[in-house]
Every structure is written in C-alpha cells, then in structure tokens.
C-alpha cells in the first residue's frame, strides 16, 4: 500500500520561508516523477512544481519561478518543496502526488492528505 505523508506547513509571515516535506511507504520515490500542487479556498487545485525520476529536471509554475525550489532525497524516500520569499497568494492546502509509471504529467495516481500553508501579509 502506498503512503505519501506531507509534513512543513504552518503560518508564516510574508516574505518568509517554509520547507514541506513528502514521505512515502510502499513506493520508492526515486523510480517515480514527482509533483507538488496546491489548492486555496474556492480555487482549482494547481499545479506548483515536478522532479523528473531520472534526470531531476525540475519545473515550476510561473507563479513560483525563482522562489520555490522541489528536490528530493532519495535516501530518506522523501521530496521536498523549500518555499522562500512567500506572499499571501501562496496561502494554500499543499499536496504531493506521483505521476502513473509511463504515463504523462496529467497522470497522477498517489496524493498525500495535504499540508496547510498560511502566509499573513
């Protein structure tokens, strides 16, 4: 059975930073591409960042370039997203999830339960 369990979130103020972490059991992270996204009250869920499997190429959304930076640690089977310079807009619920073996990056099977994120201005 596979788990992946986001941990980090918490309030912070403008202009600060908070590192989320995503663990996983039952599946290990390093064989999959990985994603971050996050949703905010009355909003579609949203795409944040990636981590290709084998070469660790890495994508963001826009709204993030340059601020935030998704790596992964494939001893501890854990990925990461290091938030910095954060601002009211990212206030969201944060998960992660691991994209379906073979298939594209709209294919995501695994999510974490979420992490809330809360940025005060």
């Known amino acids: 059975q596979v788990q992946l369990v986001e941990s980090g979130g918490g309030l912070v103020q403008a202009g600060g930073s908070l590192r989320l972490s995503c663990a996983a059991s039952g599946r290990t992270l390093s064989n999959y591409r990985m994603g971050w996204f996050r949703q905010a009250p009355g909003k579609e869920r949203e795409f944040v960042a990636g981590?290709?499997?084998?070469?660790?190429?890495?994508y963001y959304a826009d709204s993030v370039k340059g601020r935030f930076t998704i790596s992964r640690d494939n001893a501890k089977n854990t990925v990461y997203l290091q938030m910095n310079s954060l601002k009211p807009e990212d206030t969201a619920v944060y998960y992660c999830?691991?994209?379906?073996?073979?298939?594209?990056?709209?294919?995501?099977?695994?999510w974490g339960q979420g992490t809330q994120v809360t940025v005060s201005s």
């Open positions: 981590i290709r499997r084998s070469t660790g190429s890495t």
């Open positions: 999830a691991t994209v379906v073996p073979g298939g594209s990056w709209t294919q995501w099977d695994y």
